[in-house]
C-alpha cells in the first residue's frame, strides 16, 4: 500500500511524465507517418519597436529634423505625424520595417542598414510578406479582384512587380491610396497607362468582380465611382418613367446580356380593345401610349 | 499554419486548465462529496495541493515563452495595467487565484495530516502566527474552496479565451459557440476539458491507487464523467463542422486536424484516447460502481494524455486568416 503524502507527488509527476510522454511521442508519430511537403514560411520579422525610439525623437520633431535637412520639401518629407505611430503599423516601430541602427543619436550610425521603402519589391518579401504572405487575389464580398498572386510570387520570385505601397500607400504614415479612386489613379492607373498594359485592364473589370450576372461592361449603365449605385438611364432606348422607374432592370431584362425581355406589356397591362395581339409595342410607344 | 506557438503553450494551457480543474473538483467534493466521512480522501487532497504548483509551473513556463518576459522581465508588469487586454485580465485571475490555491492545499494537507499540524503548531518560528491555528480548519478551508472555484472557473475558462481573442486572425480559435452567437466555444470546450483531465488524475487514477476507487458518490463521478466526455465530443465535433461549413482558413484547419498532417494525432490521441477508450472506461466503471485498476490506471491517462493533445491540436492547426 501506498503512503497516503505520496498522492501529492505522484499526482504531479504523473503530470509531468505526461507531459514528456506527450513532447516524445508527438514526433515519433510524425515521423512514421508520411509527411505532406510543409508550407514554406518566413523567419519571423523582428519586433523592433522599443529600439526605434530615437528614431522617433528625431523624426517627429521639426526643430531636430531641421538640424541636419535644410530643404523644406525634404524636411516635410521625412517629418513623421505623432499620430502615425499609434497605426497598427506605425505601433511596430521604424525600425522593425525600415532596419537602421538603434538606440543612437549618430545621424549617421543611425541610417546604416536603412530600407528608404520596405514596400518595395526588393523588400517587401522580407518585411510585408512575413505578415501578409496570404492575401486573397478575389475578394468578392467587396467585389474586389486584385493581381495579389503575381505579385506576391513576383517579390518571392525577384521580379519586378509593383510594390505593396503602389496600392496600399506607406501604411504606417497614414496614406490610403487604396481607400478611393483618386488615389488609386495616382499610384495604378498612370502606371498602368505608361507600361502599356492591355486597356481591358484599366476597365472596371480590372479590378471589380461584377457583382450581377451580366456581361455588360460595368460602365455602360454605372455613371461614377462616387455614386456607383445610380446607373445610366441615358441609355435606356425608353425612358423609364412612373411605375416604369420604380422597376429593377432585371424585372424585365434577361440575364447576363439584358437582350430580350423576360415580360411583355401584357404582364402588367390589361389589352383595353379586341383588335390586335398582346405585343403592344407594335402600335404604342411608352411616351404616348394612347 | 501559425508557427509561432507550439508545445510550449500547450503545455502551459493545458497545466493551466489541470490546476484550475484539480481545484474544483477538490472543492466539490469539499462541499457535496462528503469530505468529513473520510479522514483520508484522495480526491480533494490530489485536487487542492496541486493545484497551485501546476499553475506555477504553468506561468513559469509562460514567462520563459514570452521573449520580453526572459529578457525584460520587469515589463511583465505592465501586463497589469493593461485592462482592456485579455492578458490583463488573465494576469489578474492568476495573481489571484494561485496564492488561494496554495492556501487551500495547505489546509487540506492540515486537515489529512494532523500530525503535520502538531508539528507546525509546536515550531517556535512560527509562533506568531498562533492566531491562526485558532480558526476552525474546515471551515476556513471551505471559504478557500469556494473563492478558489470561482477563480478557477475564471482560469479554465480564460484558457479558451486567451486563444479565442486571437480569434480574428485564426479563424478556428473564434468558433462560436453555435452560429450566430457571438460567443467563442473555446472557452467552454477548455473548461469541460480542464474538469475532465482533472477527475482523471484525482478520481481515475489517484483514487483507484489509494482508495481502490470506491467511495460513497463513486457511481455518480463517473456518470458526471462521462457526461463530461460526451460534451467535449460534442464540442469537439461542433468546432470541426463548424470550420468546415465556415470554409477558408477555418475549413483549411479542420482539414490539417481531420485528414492532414495531424491527422494521426487526432485520431490516435483525441477520437481514441479522449473519447472512444475513456467511454468505454466509464460506461464500465459506473455500471461497477467503480474503476478496476486497469480501467482507472488506463482511461485516467489517457484522458491527461487527449486533454494535453487536445491543447497543442488546436494550437499547432491554426491556420491564419488572410490579412
Known amino acids: ?290 | 499554419m501559425q508557427t509561432a506557438w507550439g508545445w510550449l503553450p500547450a503545455i502551459y494551457l493545458f497545466l493551466g486548465g489541470l490546476g484550475a480543474g484539480s481545484l474544483l473538483i477538490a472543492a466539490l467534493f469539499e462541499f457535496y462529496g462528503d469530505r468529513d466521512r473520510y479522514d483520508f480522501f484522495p480526491i480533494p487532497l490530489a485536487g487542492a495541493t496541486v493545484s497551485g504548483p501546476l499553475l506555477i509551473l504553468g506561468v513559469l513556463l509562460l514567462i520563459f515563452e514570452l521573449g520580453a518576459g526572459r529578457r525584460e522581465p520587469w515589463r511583465i508588469l505592465y501586463m497589469f495595467t493593461h485592462f482592456s487586454s485579455v492578458m490583463t485580465w488573465g494576469v489578474w485571475l492568476l495573481t489571484f487565484f494561485i496564492p488561494i490555491a496554495l492556501i487551500y492545499g495547505f489546509l487540506e494537507v492540515l486537515d489529512t495530516f494532523p500530525a503535520a499540524c502538531q508539528w507546525l503548531k509546536g515550531r517556535r518560528w512560527l509562533r506568531w502566527t498562533a492566531f491562526l491555528w485558532n480558526l476552525p480548519l474546515r471551515r476556513t478551508k471551505r471559504v478557500f474552496a469556494g473563492i478558489g472555484s470561482a477563480l478557477a472557473v475564471g482560469v479554465a475558462i480564460y484558457t479558451g479565451i486567451l486563444l479565442s481573442a486571437v480569434g480574428p486572425a485564426i479563424p478556428l480559435w473564434s468558433t462560436p459557440i453555435l452560429p450566430g452567437v457571438h460567443l467563442p466555444l473555446m472557452p467552454l470546450l477548455f473548461l469541460v476539458s480542464a474538469l475532465s483531465t482533472a477527475d482523471a488524475l484525482t478520481v481515475d487514477i489517484l483514487t483507484t491507487l489509494f482508495a481502490g476507487g470506491r467511495f460513497r458518490y463513486s457511481r455518480r463521478t463517473h456518470l458526471i464523467h462521462l457526461a463530461l466526455i460526451t460534451a467535449e465530443a460534442l464540442l469537439i465535433s461542433h468546432l470541426l463542422l463548424h470550420a468546415f461549413g465556415e470554409g477558408g482558413a477555418a475549413a483549411e484547419s479542420a482539414r490539417q486536424i481531420v485528414l492532414g498532417q495531424h491527422a494521426p494525432v487526432f485520431w490516435i490521441f483525441i477520437i481514441l484516447l479522449a473519447i472512444i477508450f475513456p467511454l468505454v472506461g466509464h460506461i464500465y466503471a459506473a455500471g461497477l460502481g467503480w474503476h478496476m485498476l486497469a480501467s482507472g490506471l488506463s482511461s485516467g491517462i489517457s484522458i491527461l494524455l487527449s486533454g494535453l493533445f487536445l491543447r497543442y491540436l488546436i494550437l499547432i492547426s491554426g491556420v491564419p486568416a488572410f490579412l
Request: proline share 8%; with cysteine.
Open chain 1, 1 to 290: 500500500m501506498l503512503p497516503r503524502w505520496s498522492v501529492i507527488p505522484l499526482a504531479l509527476a504523473l503530470v509531468g511524465g505526461i507531459i514528456g510522454l506527450g513532447v516524445l511521442v508527438e514526433p515519433l508519430i510524425q515521423k512514421v507517418v508520411a509527411q505532406p511537403e510543409p508550407t514554406p514560411t518566413p523567419a519571423l520579422l523582428k519586433y523592433r519597436a522599443p529600439q526605434s525610439w530615437e528614431c522617433l525623437s528625431c523624426h517627429i520633431s521639426r526643430d531636430q529634423l531641421s538640424q541636419t535637412v535644410t530643404d523644406a520639401a525634404e524636411l516635410e518629407r521625412l517629418w513623421i505625424d505623432p499620430a502615425e505611430i499609434f497605426s497598427t503599423h506605425g505601433r511596430l516601430g521604424c525600425m522593425t520595417c525600415h532596419g537602421g541602427t538603434g538606440d543612437t543619436q549618430d545621424v549617421t550610425l543611425a541610417h546604416q542598414g536603412l530600407i528608404p521603402n520596405p514596400a518595395d519589391y526588393r523588400e517587401a518579401a522580407k518585411v510585408c510578406l512575413h505578415c501578409h504572405n496570404n492575401v486573397r487575389t478575389d475578394i468578392p464580398e467587396k467585389h474586389i479582384h486584385t493581381p495579389h498572386e503575381r505579385i506576391l510570387t513576383g517579390m518571392r520570385e525577384g521580379w519586378e512587380v509593383c510594390a505593396c505601397s503602389n496600392c496600399h500607400g506607406p501604411v504606417a504614415h497614414g496614406a490610403k491610396p487604396i481607400a478611393s479612386h483618386e488615389g488609386l489613379a495616382a499610384y495604378c492607373i498612370d502606371c498602368h497607362q505608361a507600361r502599356n498594359v492591355p486597356p481591358e485592364r484599366l476597365k472596371c473589370s480590372g479590378c471589380h468582380i461584377i457583382p450581377h450576372d451580366i456581361t455588360l461592361d460595368c460602365e455602360v449603365c454605372h455613371r461614377s465611382t462616387r455614386t456607383w449605385s445610380s446607373v445610366r438611364l441615358a441609355v435606356h432606348p425608353m425612358e423609364l418613367t412612373g411605375a416604369h422607374a420604380e422597376l429593377s432592370c432585371f424585372e424585365c431584362h434577361q440575364r447576363p446580356n439584358f437582350m430580350g425581355l423576360q415580360n411583355a406589356c401584357s404582364a402588367c397591362h390589361q389589352r383595353p380593345h379586341d383588335f390586335g395581339d398582346d405585343n403592344c409595342e407594335r402600335c404604342h410607344t411608352p411616351e404616348g401610349f394612347r
